[in-house]
């Protein structure tokens, strides 16, 4: 095998297999070197009790940019996504609620709490479909240079401007209300009911270490309506063999085009000599060469720990420690020997093909929310749980089913200190599943096998600095043209020859390949390689 | 008034949409709840179950029936072995497609005929001079297809046979749990791995329960005409009616075709002895024929564009849709497409077209008409080889 290459990336997660396919396609010679044992990071399947396969980390695609699955065919190289049927908020009294793609069915279903907030539930949508799609471009853009004054650089400000002046009287307060106001309070603003608010709510902390009434959280709500903008290709749903059948496709439409992929291959170094980036040095004493090398990972393992602090000032170390990972949620994943029982809602109907959230109440998350302030972990957390085996078969023998458990808040920073999370795993791990169980009676009776995954897991076997499941919070100040560092948002770094294109970087976490693919639309362009 | 199928009370209470259809004097079911969706995805991941019972059926037995079936359709079926299945069509005498189906061979002088438009008069009618008993049992046999990559599993779990040794397009007779009798074809109008299971009427209500309950382990779900017709879209196969008009029905020559306009050459054999059809066939295959039916890849990006303009989101139909398109080259109308679909699978707008033979190799870029806020528009559509989609476990 030749040592010297065009690219490598370090990192086999969905967005440095992206960045290597669309490197590869353009003829360049690319390396891909994982860590782990199985390619897809953050997004990745995994048989950890025989015949049931979890999708350890993430477990829906949401954002997956269809320009991505077009020029790389993915369809061809395996790519499939199953929709979800709808959103399930169960309650321990009363039948809970469901929102399902019918709008007459969900009507009925919210006028059981607020004829008002039945009818107002559409406009919502319409509203948020709207503004959602006036900022798509940016998700689909290079960020543009705050501080040049190269006039090519300033007009791209203007697709901003654009975004902005697209929406009309009534949505430009409104737009600037969701940068600023909390999930909470901005769907007081149009609903009364307390069980349709809280399931909503969530989307704009997940991720996050905030609360539901914490000022800023209302925009990720938006996040939750984008994956509709794409019209038919709606890449919202499960992924065909859990998700990382997701980064097996674009692995496999990488190695297509060319590139090479090593496992078991953990960076020590990115060897820097004379201010360039020139390769990287293996744990294992492998070395690589390479025009150029770009990082997949946070900010925190690329810069301080493969680099090292000498090769960057003061001004770039300083964001660079400031950025903010924190941590908050953890993943339970079980195989099950038989499909649990909601009471609220017996039987296994279409309610339980979609994602379920216990999510009863908004103080119910607030109080979740409070309790990891100081850090521990919630007592009575919000748990996400999807059971994808219902849609998919071919991730649990028959008749059996895998649930999968995201779990917020699980603080990295516990009081005890991070290590401790060592001694409180399994503690969390049973508070999850007793949680459930209010609302599954027989649950834990059924469960065959269970991986509980603390944010300090994440970090130590998933490279997730903290534990931050989109290595760094989706904040506002962490976004855009200030991801991850002011001045370094276009996938340059200050080391010449090294770039990043992970979830760090514009436009964030998720499983959208959107970084990759600008990374790498970035360096071509700068003629990089 | 349509008839219930005899599968008719389980499809009924399960049918919560009420979204029926009539399909050759039976009620259909096009999708159990709001959209096909669910349906589509067990086809493709799991297993869907579809009410089969209104196609029309014809036991042909006696000794000439080999040879007079050979004479009526467009595929010799003496080499058929027991135990097989063709799939085929039949034409009038200048070679116009009347309907395609398939042909079992049950025994030496039994085979049974599937079709998609009654077929008895047309068969009986060339009977004459054959020694051959044509039985019509459309309404007494009754069908369920089994469809997608779980359906070998729970085949397995509800008959006798060596499941494994049931290759595509083949056919035994078995015995279903529960000791009545039926026949097992390994065939389908999905494009996936799958079956159909054929019993008299009265065991019909079993078959059903026996399947759902041996089924759920393995992901089974009912499902309508409207998943039915993405798949067959993606399968690339022409449906009567749809995609193309019997010669019987046709009002004018135009709206004929042949089966070699219909992309299924491979259903007919000319070199043999006579047949109906042959002369005509065999000179459209010396002089080309002068359409050739395609797949369109419609541009997805242009498709947004156009969107664009009226400030909209692509929308399309949650179903397969059926309806003439025109297809152009330039500024020249070169044919059209019948019937498309969004394909989940694929991630493709596609539709199944007749075009004229010099614009139909795969690559050549047509445009298609599509219909964005009330305004008749063209984008981009490439001709594309059938099926869409293939995937190995169909035969494997
Ligand atoms: C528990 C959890 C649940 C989530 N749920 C969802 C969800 O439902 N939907 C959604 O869209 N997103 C979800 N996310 C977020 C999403 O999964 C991530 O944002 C995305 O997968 C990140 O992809 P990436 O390629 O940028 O980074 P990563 O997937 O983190 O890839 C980085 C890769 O680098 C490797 N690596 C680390 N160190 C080294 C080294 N020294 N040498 C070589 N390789 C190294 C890692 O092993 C990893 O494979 C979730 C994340 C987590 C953790």
């Given at each position: 095998m030749a040592t010297h290459y065009d690219a490598i990336i370090i990192g086999g997660g969905h967005n440095g297999l992206v960045c290597a396919a669309y490197l590869a396609k353009e003829g360049r010679k690319v390396l891909v070197l994982e860590?782990?044992?199985?390619?897809?990071?953050?997004a990745v399947t995994e048989e950890?009790?025989?015949g049931f396969h979890y999708?350890?980390?993430?477990y829906v695609v949401s954002l997956l940019r269809p320009h991505i699955i077009r020029d790389l065919g993915l369809p061809k190289h395996g790519l499939q996504i199953l929709p979800l049927e709808c959103s399930f908020t169960p309650h321990l009294d009363g039948p809970g609620l469901c929102r399902w793609p019918s709008a007459d069915k969900t009507r009925r279903e919210i006028s059981r709490y607020s004829k008002r907030d039945a009818e107002v539930y559409p406009r919502f949508g319409k509203a948020m479909g709207r503004m959602a799609r006036a900022v798509k471009p940016i998700i689909d853009m290079v960020p543009p240079d705050p501080?040049?004054?190269n006039p090519f650089e300033l007009m791209k400000f203007r697709t901003l401007g654009d975004v902005i002046r697209k929406l009309d009287d009534e949505e430009l307060p409104r737009f600037v209300k969701m940068m600023t106001m909390s999930s909470a309070d901005f769907l007081d603003e149009w609903f009364e009911s307390d069980i349709l608010k809280a399931p909503m709510a969530v989307s704009g902390i997940i991720?996050?270490?905030?609360?539901?009434?914490?000022?800023?959280?209302?925009?990720?709500?938006?996040h939750h309506y984008?994956?509709?903008?794409?019209g038919a290709f709606r890449a919202w749903g499960f992924s065909k063999g859990g998700t990382g059948g997701i980064s097996l496709s674009i692995a496999r439409a990488a190695q297509a085009f060319g590139a090479e992929i090593l496992t078991?291959?953990?960076?020590a170094e990115i060897t820097v000599s004379g201010g360039r980036a020139t390769g990287v040095a293996l744990t294992d004493g492998r070395e690589f060469t390479a025009k150029n090398v770009i990082s997949s990972c946070d900010p925190k393992l690329t810069f301080?720990?493969?680099?090292?602090?000498?090769?960057?000032?003061d001004d770039f170390l300083g964001h660079i420690k400031r950025y903010r990972y924190r941590g908050s949620s953890g993943k339970v994943n079980l195989a099950l020997d038989r499909l649990p029982q909601f009471t609220c809602r017996p039987g296994?109907?279409?309610?339980?093909r979609g994602d379920i959230a216990i999510a009863p109440s908004i103080d119910y998350l607030e109080t979740a929310y409070d309790e990891a302030k100081y850090g521990q972990f919630s007592r009575r957390p919000y748990i996400n749980v999807v059971i994808p085996s219902l849609t998919?078969?071919?991730?649990?023998?028959?008749g059996k089913h895998v649930m999968s458990c995201f779990v917020q808040?699980?603080?990295?920073?516990?009081?005890?200190?991070?290590?401790?999370w060592e001694n409180q795993r399994e503690a969390f791990g049973d508070t999850v599943v007793a949680t459930l169980e209010e609302y599954m009676p027989g649950l834990t009776d059924s469960i065959l096998h269970r991986q509980v995954l603390t944010p300090w897991d994440l970090e130590k076997d998933f490279g997730l600095s903290e534990g931050n499941i989109f290595q760094g919070e989706l904040s506002l100040e962490q976004l855009?043209?200030?991801?991850?560092a002011p001045g370094w948002?276009?996938?340059?770094?200050?080391?010449?020859g090294l770039w990043m294109c992970g979830?760090?970087?514009?436009?964030?976490?998720?499983?959208?390949?959107a970084p990759g693919a600008l990374a790498a639309e970035r360096m071509l362009k700068e003629r990089a390689l | 008034m349509p008839r219930p199928t005899p599968f008719h009370d389980r499809l009924q209470a399960l049918c919560?949409?009420?979204?029926w259809k009539h399909w050759s004097g039976y009620y259909a079911v096009c999708?159990?709840?709001?959209?096909p969706e669910r349906e589509y995805n067990a086809i493709r991941q799991a297993a869907g179950l579809l009410d089969v019972t209104p196609l029309f059926k014809y036991d042909v037995v006696g000794p000439d029936a080999g040879r007079f079936l050979s004479y009526v359709c467009?595929?010799?079926?003496?080499?058929?072995?027991?135990g097989r299945v063709t799939y085929l069509c039949w034409c009038d005498d200048d070679g116009n497609i009347l309907d395609d189906g398939t042909c079992w061979r049950l025994g030496k002088e039994s085979y049974r005929v599937t079709a998609a438009e009654p077929s008895l008069y047309w068969f009986e009618e060339h009977a004459?001079?054959?020694?051959v008993a044509i039985t019509d049992i459309t309404d007494t046999v009754a069908g369920l297809a089994l469809q997608g990559p779980t359906s070998r599993d729970i085949l397995r779990q509800v008959c006798d046979i060596d499941v494994d040794a049931l290759k595509f397009f083949g056919v035994k007779k078995t015995t279903f749990k529960g000791g009545f009798k039926g026949h097992v074809t390994r065939?389908?109008?999905?494009?996936?791995?799958g079956y159909e299971l054929w019993v008299r009427n009265k065991h019909a209500l079993a078959l059903w329960d026996l399947l759902m309950s041996e089924g759920k382990a393995f992901g089974i779900y009912p499902i309508g005409l409207d998943a039915l017709d993405i798949c067959r879209v993606e399968s690339g196969f022409v449906l009567a009616g749809v995609d193309y008009t019997s010669a019987h029905g046709?009002?004018?020559?135009?709206?004929k075709s042949t089966p070699f306009e219909l992309n299924l050459?491979?259903?007919?054999?000319?070199?043999?002895?006579p047949f109906i059809g042959q002369r005509a066939l065999k000179a459209e295959a010396e002089r080309g024929s002068e359409y050739a039916f395609v797949g369109l890849d419609i541009d997805w990006v242009a498709t947004e564009k156009v969107f664009a303009e009226y400030d909209l989101p692509p929308s399309l139909p949650a179903a397969a849709w059926r309806s003439l398109r025109p297809v152009y080259r330039g500024t020249r109308q070169v044919g059209r497409a019948y019937s498309g679909t969004w394909s989940p699978i694929l991630k493709k707008n596609i539709a199944l077209a007749t075009v004229r033979a010099d614009v139909a190799s795969p690559g050549t870029v047509l445009d298609i008409e599509i219909t964005a806020e009330y305004e008749r528009r063209r984008v981009p559509a490439v001709v594309s080889a059938l099926p869409f989609f293939d995937p190995p476990r169909k035969r494997a």
């Open positions: 860590r782990r044992y199985v390619l897809g990071g953050a950890l009790y025989p999708s350890v980390c993430s501080t040049s004054l991720g996050t270490f905030q609360g539901v009434r914490s000022p800023g959280t209302a925009y990720v709500l938006l984008m994956g509709e903008i794409d078991e291959a953990s960076v301080l720990d493969m680099c090292g602090e000498k090769h960057f000032d296994d109907g279409l309610h339980i998919d078969p071919s991730v649990a023998p028959p808040y699980a603080p990295y920073d516990l009081r005890e200190g991070p290590a401790d855009f043209f200030l991801r991850p948002a276009r996938y340059r770094t200050p080391v010449k979830s760090a970087t514009h436009p964030g976490g998720g499983i959208m390949g | 919560t949409s009420y979204a999708h159990f709840h709001e959209s467009s595929k010799s079926v003496a080499r058929l072995k027991r004459e001079g054959f020694d065939t389908g109008y999905t494009g996936d791995l046709a009002l004018t020559p135009a709206e050459g491979q259903t007919v054999q000319l070199d043999r002895g």
